[in-house]
């Protein structure tokens, strides 16, 4: 496969849907490979590293739950779900396991293609983009935010991001302190076409509390303000026996 060209890897157990997914790709220039089964897709994952990776829920061999689960061990390449399950539960389930975008079938090539470019250019976001040029490091606690080289470290210990992880975390980190409003999030992050699917900001947070926090459970950096949005907030230093000030859940 061409590295001059966009790669998506199409992983469906639909034969047909499967070849219409790559065709329209194919006409907007992308590179594809396709997969029939969860197995197949992590053999050509691993061997090609595609740029993009849509995912079927339903695959034999092994589900496109379990497929996202195994990438995210060790990658960072963005996923978009794609199932048939339109169940609230199963959508949070895939991005929860690390999904950056999800589609229910059916829906139209366009919106798919929409969706495409919208996950691709949200990966391919520049440092500068995201912070002004020449912008110092930003040190809260224990948490460091180096711009320059768009690396995350909790205490001194570096912290893999995905490309939706850390845009959010450095918008929350221009403005550190304060409360930043859930659709504002929505929109700068993801598009002003997912306003209102709050439950992306709120899967998301809990990812980065998990990599982030201490006790996700007990936040002290990332804090929400229910129903009105987040803030990355500065911790108080702890005392010698006492408890780590708590943040509100989400």
């Known amino acids: 496969m061409p590295k001059n060209k966009t790669t998506v890897l199409v992983a469906d157990d639909d034969l047909q849907f499967l070849n219409l997914v790559t065709l329209n790709l194919e006409l907007e220039g992308y590179g594809v490979l396709s997969a029939s089964d969860g197995r197949l897709a992590l053999e050509r994952i691993e061997r090609y590293h595609p740029d993009l990776v849509l995912l079927d829920v339903m695959m034999p061999r092994i589900s496109g739950f379990a497929v996202c689960h195994q990438m995210r061990a060790n990658s960072t390449v963005p996923i978009i779900i794609i199932t048939a399950r339109g169940q609230e539960q199963d959508k949070i389930r895939g991005l929860d396991l690390g999904a950056d975008d999800y589609l229910v079938k059916p829906f139209s090539m366009s919106e798919l293609l929409a969706r495409v470019r919208a996950v691709l250019r949200r990966a391919q976001l520049t440092t500068g983009e995201l912070a002004p040029l020449g912008q110092a490091p930003l040190t809260l606690g224990a948490l460091s935010i180096d711009y320059a080289q768009r690396q995350v470290a909790m205490a001194g210990r570096k912290v893999v991001l995905t490309p939706t992880e850390y845009r959010l975390l450095a918008t929350l980190a221009h403005s550190a ?74």
């Open 177 to 250: 302190g304060q409360v930043v409003p859930l659709e504002r999030l929505l929109e700068q992050i993801w598009g002003s076409a997912y306003v209102g699917e709050n439950h992306l900001l709120q899967v998301n947070i809990n990812r980065l509390r998990r990599k982030l926090e201490a006790d996700p459970a007990h936040p002290r950096y990332l804090l929400s303000e229910p129903g009105v949005g987040y803030v990355l907030a500065t911790p108080e230093p702890t005392q010698a026996g006492s408890e780590p000030a708590e943040g509100k859940e989400s």
